[in-house]
């Protein structure tokens, strides 16, 4: 008696979410990330304004004389809730008239830009030396 063997029914990922993986970059617009230094271990947090590309190692920027580089943790951060020090955007059309050309091509691309973070007014923690003395809040009743 000849078994027809069953082929085990393989499940395929629909074809649309692959060609979702393949053409799109992932969206991080949000996320936070964790980018660390090689050479003085120095870390920041940055968050993703806008949807778009950030890259993989940037310049130091934790710490202002060291020339390393800083590798991204690829949004691994447990706690989002984490302070984010720097933030990456998408320029306006003004800012990228004034960027370098390589800095065009990278922001034509789908590349976010970053800057320290500004949303936050309470970011003091990274400040880069520079200590800003926050006056205190009196409350006057009346
Ligand atoms: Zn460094």
Redesign the pocket.
Known sequence: MGQARKRPNLRRPPAAALAAANAEPPSFKGQKNIYV?Q??C?HIVSVDLDEGVTPFMIG?E??LT?K?W?QSSFYRVFDQKMRASHEWYKPPEPEIAAMSVAMQDHVRKGGLVMRRATGASEATAVTSGRERTTPKESKTDG
């Open positions: 230094c050479e003085c120095g130091c934790a710490t060291c390393g800083m």
